[in-house]
């Protein structure tokens, strides 16, 4: 279900939005900055401060999130079953790795929010459709303008294990 090229758009990414719906069905839609893949069907996502999440996650597990790179404008949409893996659960250790790889110790978390990925999609700005003549150089080119951002070069945040916050490379 995670093909390379899906794998590869979450690693550029730097932010998702988790929704979740709570017992009443009314919608909630949260930031998340450490997330990763587990295998070709899991998203992890680490719990830093988003009570109203779990709280949904526990009444209604169905869950979907939206992964985009937002100098390219595309990305994906992943629609699953989360699960609630707290710090004492066997796995935890193990799962909490792979964002500890990927972002070091800076932002502690004690539960992570597991997603068994049951429909992937993918997500294209209205743009493409609306200027397909345009590419995709020139569209990060114009979003890094928009955003009045600069390109990095830096180590990629595999190998950050500082205390310093991260960055994920851009390419």
Known sequence: ???PA???SINKSVLC???????SNLPN???KEMFTFEGDSTLLIAHIASP???KNIKVNPQVCVSILDIFVQKGYQFKGYATII?????LFAAKAQLIIDLFGTTYPFTQLIDIDIQEVKPIIAPSY????ESTEESRIANA?????????NKPSILSNTSQQPLVRDIE
């Open 1 to 3: 279900m995670l093909t």
């Open 144 to 152: 890094m303008t928009s955003y009045n951002v600069q390109p990095i």
């Open 52 to 54: 109203n999440s779990l």
């Open 17 to 23: 939005w988790l929704a979740t719906a709570d017992k």
């Open 129 to 132: 459709l609306l200027f397909p």
């Open 86 to 90: 707290d710090h004492k659960h066997p």
């Open 29 to 31: 839609v949260s930031p």
């Open 6 to 8: 899906i794998k590869a």
